[in-house]
């Protein structure tokens, strides 16, 4: 089974996380904590709190948060473009990805869907661009057979990230299945992430064969925290 990997196939910077939680420190430009200050600050105060890394969006917030946590803390660095549509593609071309590990990013978290490139590249280019330049690739997957072709690409690790946003069923928690599936069947790390809110979803993505999880909002959006509670209270 692939949960039978052997350990000296993964990457120091994967070894370093494994068992752990990535903290996603992200702010739209909505919310009042937008900005690489406040980013950077996020992410020193969840390294103090015993995350193994961090996942982050862009050159400048990048930038801050490594000069923030120091050499030693992976980043998971992405860059996000806004489509036409209103949506969000992640790390859509080699020069993306190469602007955010200029930031401090050593790993590099880019979509792995079905859905066409913006730009033209194909997956497999953006992930060997990524090799080039001394980082990891790590594929934001929604469906099982995503990450199948994410790994045939030369992806270093495949995560849920995608699931229920492009691909995969709309759950309200973590997609499950989907990273046990990837776990059991895949030689390739995997991470969990998408929808982490309790320590006990945590504990359980790691139980099926994640790697690590990443949590996001549980953790760094004290706006989206809030609106949980209060729409509790109704």
């Known amino acids: ?107 590099v978290a880019l979509e792995a869907t079905t859905r066409p490139r913006p730009g033209g590249e194909t997956l497999a280019q953006v992930v060997q661009g990524i090799h080039a330049a001394g980082a990891l690739a790590m594929a934001d997957c929604g469906t099982l057979d995503d990450a199948r072709a994410a790994v045939a690409a030369g992806v270093d690790a495949v995560g849920s990230t995608m699931s229920g946003y492009v691909g995969g069923p709309k759950l309200i928690g973590p997609d499950f299945e989907l990273i046990e599936r990837m776990a059991a069947e895949l030689p390739a790390p995997v991470f969990a992430e998408g929808r982490v809110w309790t320590p006990e979803d945590a504990k359980r993505a790691l139980d099926l064969g994640a790697t690590f999880v990443v949590v996001g909002t549980a953790i760094t959006n004290p706006q989206a925290i809030t609106e949980r509670f209060v729409a509790g209270l109704r």
Not at 16 to 25: L, P, T, W
Not at 50 to 75: K, L, Q
Request: one cysteine or more.
């Open 1 to 107: 089974m692939a949960t039978e990997r052997s350990e000296q196939r993964i990457a120091p910077a994967l070894q370093r996380m494994a068992g752990g939680i990535v903290v996603s420190c992200q702010a739209r430009e909505s919310n009042p904590l937008h900005g690489p200050v406040f980013m950077a600050a996020m992410a020193a105060a969840a390294v103090a709190g015993g995350a193994v890394g961090i996942r982050a969006d862009g050159v400048a917030d990048i930038g801050a948060i490594r000069a923030a946590i120091g050499p030693e803390i992976p980043i998971m660095g992405i860059s996000k473009l806004r489509l036409p549509d209103g949506g969000l593609f992640i790390t859509p071309t080699v020069a993306s990805a190469r602007e955010i590990i200029d930031a401090g990013a050593n790993l």
